[in-house]
């Protein structure tokens, strides 16, 4: 028999999908009544999604740890225990920064994508309601870890009007790792503004 290990990820409204995995022992014989213990690590990518943001649980993430046992002439066992992760410094920073501007935390899920710079075929969007006094709907922010920076996806629902088109807009930053302690609040907060300005049917 032979054992290995991956990542499943789940949200409310869709299928689970495979983060990652890899093989984590070969072929061994297991004799009546031995007990074995295989120990083992298992890198995750870094655009895994997160479990944990802060203060909050994410509930309509989800992710697991399936363990797959191949047993000769025998069918596969598997199981599948839950796992938490925690967000990345970026995504505590910046999204701590969005609450300390007037945002509120609303909820966090899984969406497929081909946002250019996703690698797993879907993203992790972070929802909030906009500060008090910005024209939006909703805030989403998607983040794109690469290895010494993330980028930053801010999605504003703006609201319409009279001669006003309303819809999604997209701005996208990108944060070093090494710069977590600039003033985010304020480059947020331009951000935002932008998000809202008022825009004609044309443009």
């Known amino acids: 028999m032979s054992e290995r290990s991956g990542v499943e990820g789940s949200s409310s409204g869709r299928g689970r999908s495979r983060v990652g995995g890899q093989r984590v022992h070969g072929p061994f014989t297991l ?13 995750l990518p870094l655009q895994t999604p997160f479990t ?59 969406e497929a994508t081909r946002v250019p710079g996703a690698e797993l075929g ?11 006094g910005v024209n939006l709907s909703e805030v989403e922010v998607v983040f794109l870890a690469g290895p010494h920076s993330t980028d930053v996806l801010l999605v504003g629902d703006r609201r319409g009007g009279l001669l006003d088109a309303g819809g999604d807009t997209t701005r996208r930053l990108t944060v070093a790792h090494d710069a ?21 049917l044309f443009g």
């Open 122 to 132: 879907f993203v992790q969007e972070v929802e909030f309601a906009p500060p008090h």
């Open 31 to 43: 004799h009546p009544g031995e007990r074995r213990t295989l120990p083992f690590a298992i890198g």
């Open 180 to 200: 977590l302690d600039r003033h985010w609040e304020s480059t947020l907060t331009e951000h935002l503004q932008e998000l809202a300005r008022r825009r004609g």
């Open 52 to 110: 944990v943001l802060g203060p909050h649980e994410l509930p309509k993430v989800q992710l697991g740890l399936r363990t797959e046992l191949e047993i000769a002439r025998s069918t596969d066992k598997t199981d599948l225990d839950p796992i938490r992760v925690g967000a990345p410094p970026v995504a505590d920073r910046i999204c701590g920064a969005l609450e300390g501007i007037g945002c509120r935390f609303l909820r966090s899920d899984l």
